[in-house]
Nanobody, 116 residues
């Protein structure tokens, strides 16, 4: 069983920055892809950013130019650098990892609150 543990959430003012971390219990290079999703109250969970095994990245349009997904394979950790945060981006942010067999693992999430 794979464990994913997110950290780095918290309260930040509009326009501020946060860096989220997702630590995996095994080598992240064994996954087909890893990603960050978010779910705001009353909303569906949405993909924010993902990174493939090759290192290719993908972002939802609303975060392009502000968020950056990266990884440190030596630490088995994926990061999400979030800049210029907006109040509407208040949500629980979840890390996930997908295997080549189509199995997806999820972390428990970390809350990001963007408010003055």
């Amino acid at each position: 069983q794979v464990q994913l543990v997110e950290s780095g959430g918290g309260l930040v003012q509009p326009g501020g920055s946060l860096r989220l971390s997702c630590a995996a219990s095994r080598s992240i290079l064994g996954f087909n892809s890893m990603g960050w999703h978010r779910q705001a109250p009353g909303e569906q969970r949405e993909l924010v950013a993902s990174i493939g095994r090759s290192g290719s990245t993908n972002y939802t349009d609303s975060v392009k130019g502000r968020f950056t997904i990266s990884r440190d394979s030596a630490k088995n950790t994926v990061y999400l650098q979030m800049n210029s945060l907006k109040p509407e981006e208040t949500a629980v942010y979840y890390c996930n990892a997908a295997t080549w067999l189509g199995i997806t693992y999820w972390g428990k999430g970390t809350l990001v609150t963007v408010s003055s």
